[in-house]
């Protein structure tokens, strides 16, 4: 029987930020505002607000998108 030896290689796929407080801000506009706007529930909006999402829902991002007028680089942005 062979033995195998794993070589574990870490890598930096860098982060990624979410500026919807930035755009908000930008429009004047609320979170509870956006949440009717696009027929979401304010706890979700306010996670995206504050940038604490776990996994990026396409089907909310494509209404935030719509709803602002923007594309989904204004609001996610990922760095190195």
Known sequence: MSKVNHITTACSYGSIKIKLKDILNERNLT??????ITGTRFEVVNK???GNIERIDS???ARFCYALNCKVEDII????
């Open 59 to 61: 089907d909310i991002l």
């Open 48 to 50: 995206w607000y504050n």
């Open 31 to 36: 979170r509870y505002q956006l949440s009717k």
């Open 77 to 80: 942005e990922h760095n190195l």
